[in-house]
């Protein structure tokens, strides 16, 4: 797999944050702790019911300060800070396990739970208590005018233009902890792979797209993922 690997793009899921403790989001009930997708993600479930939308986001981001990075983050952040050529981190988590390892090239694409998006201003800043309290915006002032910084079904995720340009210059593609269910981030293996790129998935189990990738392994991240770095920087 190493050959002349330089550019290297790495897109994470829930499944990375897994061992951490933090809830995947596809279970096989097809519910997202208890919720179904409809009724917490969407712009429409928001102006139905802002409550409910504002407790659920406030309650994950309670839990994250019960919850630490765990070997998988480690790994990445390891590689991120030894790895000579490009590296960019691509994670659709809205947890911020990849900050708190230590990832300096990495992209929330479908935002973060510690951001506050305002209504009122179109500002994002930093956001770490309840929103549904509906507090002010630390940049306008304006109360009640934040929502939780995360894309939602129907939102366009953050910074396509530089992942698409990163998955045309990449010698090798990697998917950690994805179910593969959710677009455009499940496409971005064929996009790497038309332009030429190696392409691997680590997987608990076979995503949705698992054939379209050159290579898949089976099992946990917080085993698979530090093997793997220790295999690319052998030889660094
Ligand atoms: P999913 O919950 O759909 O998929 C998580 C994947 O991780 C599954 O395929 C599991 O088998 C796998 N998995 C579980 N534990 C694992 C472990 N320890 N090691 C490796 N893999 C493991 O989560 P995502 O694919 O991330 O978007 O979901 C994509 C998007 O759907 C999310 O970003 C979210 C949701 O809509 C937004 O909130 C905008």
Not at 116 to 125: I, K, V, Y
Not at 180 to 197: D, I, L, M, S
Not at 213 to 216: A, D, I, L, P, V
């Given at each position: 797999m190493q050959g002349d690997i330089q550019n290297?793009?790495?897109?994470?899921?829930?499944?990375?944050?897994?061992?951490?403790?933090?809830?995947?989001?596809?279970?096989?009930?097809?519910?997202?702790?208890?919720h179904r997708v409809e009724d917490v993600a969407t712009p429409e479930a928001f102006a139905r019911d802002p409550d409910l939308v504002q407790n659920f986001y406030d309650e994950r981001r309670a839990?994250?300060?019960?919850?630490?990075?765990?070997?998988?983050?480690?790994?990445?952040?390891?590689?991120?800070?030894?790895?000579?050529?490009?590296?960019?981190?691509?994670?659709q988590n809205v947890d911020d396990l990849h900050d708190r390892a230590g990832s300096k090239n990495l992209l929330h694409m479908h935002g973060e739970l510690n951001s506050?998006?305002?209504?009122?201003?179109?500002?994002?800043?930093p956001f770490d208590g309840v929103m549904a309290a509906g507090p002010a915006c630390p940049l306008c002032g304006q109360s009640g005018q934040l929502r939780p910084d995360i894309v939602w079904f129907g939102e366009m995720p953050y910074q396509m233009d530089r992942i698409d340009l990163a998955l045309t210059q990449c010698d090798l593609f990697?998917?950690?902890?994805?179910?593969?269910?959710?677009?455009?981030?499940?496409?971005?293996?064929?996009?790497?792979?038309?332009?030429?790129?190696?392409?691997?998935?680590?997987n608990l189990d076979p995503s949705e797209g698992s054939f379209h990738?050159?290579?898949?392994r089976m099992g946990k991240a917080g085993t698979l993922v530090p093997e793997w770095v220790e295999e690319m920087l052998r030889d660094v």
């Open positions: 290297i793009v790495i897109l994470t899921g829930a499944g990375i944050s897994a061992e951490s403790g933090v809830a995947t989001f596809r279970g096989p009930d097809g519910l997202w702790e208890g839990k994250l300060k019960t919850v630490h990075p765990n070997a998988a983050h480690k790994a990445l952040a390891k590689l991120d800070a030894q790895w000579p050529g490009d590296l960019l981190l691509v994670t506050g998006w305002c209504r009122a201003c179109d500002g994002r800043s990697l998917s950690i902890g994805t179910s593969g269910a959710v677009y455009p981030a499940a496409g971005f293996v064929q996009t790497a792979r038309h332009y030429g790129a190696q392409t691997l998935e680590m990738f050159h290579e898949s």
